[in-house]
Structure formats: C-alpha cells, structure tokens
C-alpha cells in the first residue's frame, strides 16, 4: 500500500497509477557518490571521458548522473561508456578492473569506504538533492485512511529517532541488515545513515524542486498534467 520513490518516479506513478503522496522521506543526495579505485589517477568526474562507468542504466540515479552531474564537468553524452550494473556488483566489478568509476549507494558506498576498495570523487547533494517521497498507492488514502494515519504516525516516529538517536537508529538498521543477509558493521550503518538527510513535511524547497520536475516531464510529454 506505500512505498518510497524518486520524485520523477513519483510524478510518472501520480499522472498514469494515481499514487498519492503522504510524506517526504528526506534527501538522497549524499548516499549517491561516484567511486574510483584508491590508487586511481582519476581525480574528476572530467578524468572519466572515454572510461567504462559502472551504474543501473534507467535508475534515477543514472538519471542524475547523465544529466545534471556529468555536462557539469564538461561531458556529454556518448563521452563514457556506461555499464549497465547491479547496485551489489558495482564495487566488485570496480575492484576487478572490469570498469574505472562506479555510481553507486549507500551502504555499499560505505562498505567500499571502511574496507579500503574504493575512493568518492564527488556525491550528488551539490547538483541534485534526491529528495524521497512517501507515497500510497491508489485509493488507498480514502479507503483506508485510519492505515494512513497509522504509517504517518510510524514514519513521524521513525524520523525523530533518526534525528534524536542516531546511534539507537543505526544499530536497530544494522540488525535488519545481517537478518536480510548483508553482513556490515555498525560503523558503517552509521555513517550510511549520516548521509541521508531525514525530512517529514514537504516544504517550499521540496515543492520547487517537485514544480520544477513537472514541467520537465509536462514539456517531454512523459505526463499529461501536472499533479
């Protein structure tokens, strides 16, 4: 009945699924950085012309990095190869020199960090803020709005013991993590979660950014309206 999505994901579910959204989760911008191999000359995203680029070619966040973080450095499209690649594969693949550059997320980022696999040349928050939207499917706020209520309270809930005990936070994370299989330490959930930026309402910045985000998908014609 919910779930969390990109703003452009978001708006394409809002025109043609009717998802609605309840919440802001907060800001990915920070859990996005672009790894290289800590012996690399790479220096900038601009060292990555003709290199082999390992990310989820038609995520969202493959999205950003073709169109806001790459032309910054003076890049356009067609200047790297990208390869298309799972979020869990992409550190290894760099490790094994199957590719020169990795887009790639938390917690994977930090794990590469802590374990001395890769080096971050940039992360995202400075040319596109990610933010995250809590939404519910179709219908479901009328036909089952005391369930709404009840996940909002949950979430006000959850984003106040990320903001107000981080430690506590990232310690419950770090047991959901080695129960779905994903061996990590504390350290590193810590400093995952440190990167994520935890908002609730969605304020003026988030409703330009989403207006803004609209129009563009209004102009390509990829909605009909604007939601």
């Given at each position: 009945?919910?779930?969390?999505?990109?703003?452009?994901?978001?708006?394409?579910?809002?025109?043609?699924?009717?998802?609605?959204?309840?919440?802001?989760?907060?800001?990915?911008?920070?859990?996005?950085?672009?790894?290289?191999?800590?012996?690399?000359?790479?220096?900038?995203?601009?060292?990555l012309k003709g290199k082999r680029i390992a990310t989820?070619?038609?995520?969202?966040?493959?999205?950003?990095?073709?169109?806001?973080?790459?032309?910054?450095?003076?890049?356009?499209?067609?200047?790297?190869?990208?390869?298309?690649?799972?979020?869990?594969?992409?550190?290894?693949?760099?490790?094994?020199?199957?590719?020169?550059?990795?887009?790639?997320?938390?917690?994977?980022?930090?794990?590469?960090?802590e374990q001395g696999l890769a080096r971050s040349l940039?992360?995202?928050?400075?040319?596109?803020?990610?933010?995250?939207?809590?939404?519910?499917?179709?219908?479901?706020?009328?036909?089952?709005?005391?369930?709404?209520v009840q996940f909002l309270r949950g979430w006000i809930?959850?984003?106040?013991?990320?903001?107000?005990?981080?430690?506590?936070?990232?310690?419950?994370?770090?047991?959901?993590?080695?129960?779905?299989?994903?061996?990590?330490?504390?350290?590193?959930?810590?400093?995952?979660?440190?990167?994520?930026?935890?908002?609730?309402?969605?304020?003026?910045?988030?409703?330009?950014?989403?207006?803004?985000?609209?129009?563009?998908?209004?102009?390509?014609?990829?909605?009909?309206?604007?939601?």
């Amino acid at each position: 009945d919910f779930g969390t999505f990109a703003v452009p994901t978001f708006l394409l579910g809002a025109d043609k699924g009717g998802l609605v959204a309840v919440a802001l989760a907060g800001n990915a911008g920070k859990t996005v950085h672009v790894l290289v191999r800590p012996d690399s000359p790479i220096r900038s995203v601009a060292d990555l012309k003709g290199k082999r680029i390992a990310t989820g070619v038609g995520s969202s966040t493959d999205e950003v990095f073709r169109t806001r973080v790459v032309p910054r450095f003076g890049l356009a499209e067609g200047s790297y190869e990208p390869i298309n690649t799972l979020e869990p594969d992409k550190v290894g693949v760099l490790v094994a020199r199957q590719v020169e550059a990795s887009v790639s997320t938390e917690p994977f980022i930090s794990i590469a960090e802590e374990q001395g696999l890769a080096r971050s040349l940039l992360s995202f928050e400075t040319y596109d803020p990610m933010p995250v939207v809590l939404a519910a499917g179709p219908g479901v706020p009328e036909k089952r709005r005391d369930a709404v209520v009840q996940f909002l309270r949950g979430w006000i809930a959850t984003a106040r013991l990320f903001q107000e005990q981080p430690q506590r936070a990232a310690e419950i994370m770090t047991e959901v993590l080695n129960e779905r299989g994903y061996k990590v330490t504390p350290s590193v959930v810590s400093r995952s979660l440190g990167r994520f930026d935890i908002q609730v309402e969605m304020g003026p910045d988030f409703q330009t950014y989403a207006a803004a985000e609209a129009e563009s998908l209004l102009k390509a014609g990829k909605i009909k309206a604007t939601p």
